[in-house]
């Protein structure tokens, strides 16, 4: 079956600290792969997405995330964590064969602390 | 440009009762998904309309959701009767372009 997982559920960090948020799917071929980031109030916004080519792609806010297709993953990372980055972070992926439909990791919640 | 806009925010029901949750997608886009979050649970998809025609609703938990877009503008979300484990977060979400969805900030339902 189909899955997103996402292993944290959880992670503190200090401000000004590195980030690696983990993403790992199952999927027969290269799915197009997102990074969504809600933080309260508000609706999912688009980090960044990867569809083909260059396997380390920018992101807004400063992230970047890295497409490793031997290890099924697409971590999310950024090298200096800001109070403001305090929020949910939702991997997603669109198998591109299946139709249109998203399918979504569980959330990892960041809390910054100062 | 306005983004996708839910309504109600936030909506409490009793079990057995009827809900109505709104979508106003971007303006232009065809594309208009539904999804569902419950709580600790990964957001799952729930239908896909292209204008005002469902185009996949392979999501939809059981026939007590309905949903409509009328004339491929806002749509429509129904639950009735509601039960318990129906309570989450809807969300949803606009595309003019495949794989660029554009997410509203859910409306959150609970039913007591």
């Known amino acids: 079956a189909q899955s997103v997982t996402q292993p944290d559920i959880h992670i503190t960090v200090s401000e000004g600290a590195s980030l690696e948020l983990r993403c790992n799917y199952s999927y027969g071929a290269t799915p197009y792969l997102f990074w969504y980031v809600q933080s309260p109030g508000q609706g999912l916004q688009l980090l960044l997405k990867y569809f083909s080519g260059d396997t380390l792609v920018q992101g807004i806010k400063g992230f970047e995330a890295e497409f490793k297709r031997s290890q099924s993953s697409f971590n999310l990372r950024k090298p200096s964590v800001h109070w403001s980055d305090a929020a949910e972070y939702f991997c997603?992926?669109?198998?591109?064969?299946?139709?249109?439909?998203?399918?979504f990791g569980t959330g990892t919640s960041l809390t910054v602390i100062p | 440009e306005a983004g996708v806009t839910q309504f109600p925010s936030h909506s409490v029901i009793e079990k057995g009762q009827t809900v109505t949750l709104r979508c106003d997608p971007i303006s232009g886009h065809d594309n208009l998904y539904w999804y569902r979050r419950v709580m600790g649970k990964e957001i799952k998809f729930l239908l896909h309309f292209v204008k005002e025609s469902k185009q996949d609703e392979s999501g939809m938990p059981n026939n007590r959701f309905l949903a409509e877009r009328t004339g491929g503008t806002y749509s429509t979300l129904k639950v009735q009767p509601a039960e318990l484990e129906d309570s989450g977060v809807y969300f949803c979400a606009s595309s003019q372009l495949t794989y660029e969805q554009y997410f509203g900030p859910g409306t959150r339902l609970t039913v007591t």
């Open positions: 997603a992926v669109a198998p591109g064969d299946t139709g249109n439909q998203f399918y």
